[in-house]
């Protein structure tokens, strides 16, 4: 049986990928960090089935050791790194910190499979998640995997610097090491502070009536967005391959965030202009304008295809969060039920 190593195992990719390697018969680790509240919403379904369908173990990227012991101790085949300070506005709050977590913690997890494939003498192979953020400013369009990079925030730059790390332990070291440069992919489970969820957060509780306004900053953006239910198969394919490389993944397509405020809108009966304001709090000290992926070489290399459109996206993360609108209305019109998780 094959086992596999999650970084990031309770986010957005990390929820998703478990599942799919579990419904591919691996044994599957994850990594959490200890908080004094719970993390695990995302993957409570694996961890509470019977058998339970992953094993988690504490760990942090910026503790090495820590992941050193945690490589001896599973000996996975495959190790993904999905774990990251992923959010490109933080990012500008903490630079420092940013950078220790998503471009230093790639180098520890690269330096704890070196040393540990030296004394096993077993492969483990390691995927990146690397993102077209990295672009930045871009240089052309669209964006393959011979675009240079021009990241534009410090979550960028720690991201190119986590790429470059990866292709050095491959080009030194001979590890099987393969990046995925990932362009934005989002679901129902994607974190509310990103602007897609929250714009179908706020568009669905507006609908009912829980909220007035949806505060955002840059419309004019525009992004190629895609489902992470699909992503993550692309992910699991690299890995797969004989040889280590990097791939563009991407839809092909791109949106302007206007773009999928109407979208959302106009699916709820409902005219986004309005019901959106400004906020000048949500614009960035320097934005991505346009980020637009051509992902041939993973369809021809990896037979890598999105099985949903931008449209199967919207609609998805659309009825999730009615369902979630209307469960905070039932509360707020009845308290939360007697007995219940959320008594
Ligand atoms: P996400 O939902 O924000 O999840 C990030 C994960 O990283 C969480 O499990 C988080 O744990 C964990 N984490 C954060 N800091 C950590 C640390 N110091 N040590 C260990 N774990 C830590 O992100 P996502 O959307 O799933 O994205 C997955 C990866 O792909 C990230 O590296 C992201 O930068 C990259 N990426 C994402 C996209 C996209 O559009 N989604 C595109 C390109 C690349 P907690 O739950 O404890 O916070
Ligand atoms: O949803 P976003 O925060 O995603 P962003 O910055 O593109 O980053 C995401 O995708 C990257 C891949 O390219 C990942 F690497 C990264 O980890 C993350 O998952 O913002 C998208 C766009 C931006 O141009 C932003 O300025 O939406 C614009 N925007 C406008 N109003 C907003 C808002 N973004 C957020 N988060 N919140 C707003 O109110």
Redesign the pocket.
């Known amino acids: 049986m094959k086992r596999a190593l999650i ?10 990928l478990a599942e799919l390697l579990i419904a591919k018969g691996y044994d599957v680790h994850g ?3 200890r ?1 004094s509240t719970f ?2 919403q ?1 993957i409570e379904h694996l961890m509470f089935s019977d058998p339970p369908g992953v094993t988690l173990h504490y ?5 090495g050791n820590g992941l050193m012991r945690l490589l001896r101790e599973i000996q996975p085949h495959e190790v993904y ?7 490109v506005s933080v990012s500008f709050a903490q630079p420092t910190y940013t950078a ?3 471009a230093l ?1 790639t180098l520890r997890m690269l330096e704890a499979i070196r040393e540990v494939q030296d004394v096993t003498g077993r492969q483990i192979r390691f995927y990146q ?5 990295m672009f930045g400013k871009v240089v052309e369009t669209p964006q393959t995997e011979a675009t240079p990079f021009h990241p534009r925030s410090p ?1 960028g730059v720690a ?1 190119v610097y986590a790429h470059w790390a990866t292709v050095n332990y491959r080009e030194a070291y001979g590890l099987h090491a393969s990046c ?7 679901s129902p ?3 509310e502070t ?1 602007v897609t969820r929250k714009i179908t957060r706020a568009a669905t509780r507006i609908k009912l009536g829980l909220q007035d306004k949806l505060y955002l900053g840059n419309l004019d953006a525009k992004r190629d ?1 895609g489902f ?1 239910g699909d ?1 993550v198969e692309a992910m699991w394919l690299m890995l797969q391959q004989e040889s280590p490389d990097d791939y563009v993944v991407a839809s092909g397509e791109t949106h302007s965030v206007a773009e999928f405020c109407d979208a959302v809108f106009s699916r709820l009966g409902m005219l986004a202009h309005e019901h959106v304001a400004f906020d000048p709090s949500q614009q960035r000290p320097a934005e991505v304008d346009l980020l637009l992926g051509n992902p041939a070489k993973a369809a021809q290399t990896l037979g890598w295809k999105p099985a949903h459109t931008f449209g199967d996206l919207v609609d998805m993360m659309v009825e999730h969060d009615k369902s979630v609108a209307k469960m905070e209305m039932l509360i707020a019109l009845n308290g939360k039920p007697e007995g219940s998780a959320l008594a």
């Not at 998640?129 to 953020?133: I, K, R």
């Open positions: 970084t990031g195992i309770t986010g957005q990719d990390g929820s998703y990594v959490i960090r908080s993390s695990t995302r760990g942090d990227l910026s503790d790194n999905l774990a990251a300070q992923s959010h220790d977590v998503t913690g998640a690397s993102s077209s953020e979550y991201k995925g440069i990932l362009f934005n992919h989002e489970r994607r974190g990103f967005w992470a992503y």
